[in-house]
C-alpha cells in the first residue's frame, strides 16, 4: 500500500498517529509540526524525505499528514487526508480542541483501515479506468485507419468506375461509328 504513516495533531499535539511499518516517519512528522507551526493556517503541502513524500493538509487549526510512497502521486494522499479531517471532526467535533495528546489512538487506527480499503478500491477503479482509456484510444486509432482506408477504396472504385465508363462510351462511340460508316458506304 502507498501510505505507510498518519497523524493527525492539534499544533504540536498529537492527536492520533499509525505506522504500518518501522520507519523514522514519527520523528520526520514531527519536525513538519515545527515548520509548519509557522507557516499559514489552511495549506496543502507536500515534503520530500528519502524515498517517501509526505502530505500535509492543514484545515481549521486541525493537521492530518501522511507519508506515502512517491509512487502514489499526489491525488490519492491528499485524497485520503480529507477524507480523515472531515471523519476526525465528524467524530470528535469540539473535543478536537482539549483532547489530550494520542487521546483517540485506537479510533485511527479503525479509520485508517477503512481508509486503506477505500483507497485500494479507487485503485482498482483507476486501474479499470486506464484500461478503458488504452481500449478507447485503440479504438480511435482503429477508426482513423478504417476512415483512410475507406476513403482510399472510394477513390480507387470511383477512378475504376470512370474509366469503365470511358471504355464503354468509346466502344459504343466505335459501335456507332461502325453502322453509320457501314450504312454510308454501302
Not at 485520503?80 to 476526525?88: G, P, V
Not at 470528535?92 to 482539549?98: E, K, L, N, V
Amino acid at each position: 500500500m502507498g501510505i505507510l504513516y498518519g497523524m493527525v495533531a492539534r499544533g504540536q499535539v498529537v492527536l492520533t498517529e499509525f505506522s504500518a511499518s518501522q520507519t523514522n516517519a514519527s520523528t520526520v512528522a514531527r519536525q513538519i509540526l515545527e515548520k509548519m507551526s509557522q507557516g499559514y493556517n489552511d495549506s496543502n503541502s507536500s515534503f520530500s524525505h528519502d524515498r517517501y513524500i509526505f502530505h500535509v493538509k492543514r484545515t481549521d487549526g486541525l493537521t492530518v499528514l501522511c507519508m506515502a510512497d512517491d509512487a502514489s502521486g499526489r491525488r490519492i494522499p491528499f485524497a485520503f487526508l480529507e477524507d480523515i479531517h472531515q471523519r476526525f471532526v465528524k467524530a470528535y467535533g469540539r473535543a478536537i480542541q482539549s483532547a489530550s495528546p494520542y487521546a483517540m489512538n485506537e479510533e485511527f487506527s479503525r479509520v485508517r483501515s477503512v481508509m486503506i480499503d477505500n483507497i485500494e478500491k479507487v485503485l482498482e477503479r483507476g486501474d479499470r479506468l486506464e484500461l478503458l482509456v488504452e481500449k478507447t484510444s485503440s479504438i480511435k486509432g482503429n477508426s482513423l485507419r478504417f476512415k483512410s482506408q475507406s476513403r482510399r477504396y472510394k477513390n480507387t472504385m470511383w477512378w475504376s468506375n470512370c474509366k469503365i465508363t470511358v471504355t464503354l462510351i468509346l466502344l459504343i462511340s466505335l459501335i456507332i461509328a461502325y453502322v453509320l460508316f457501314s450504312f454510308v458506304f454501302q
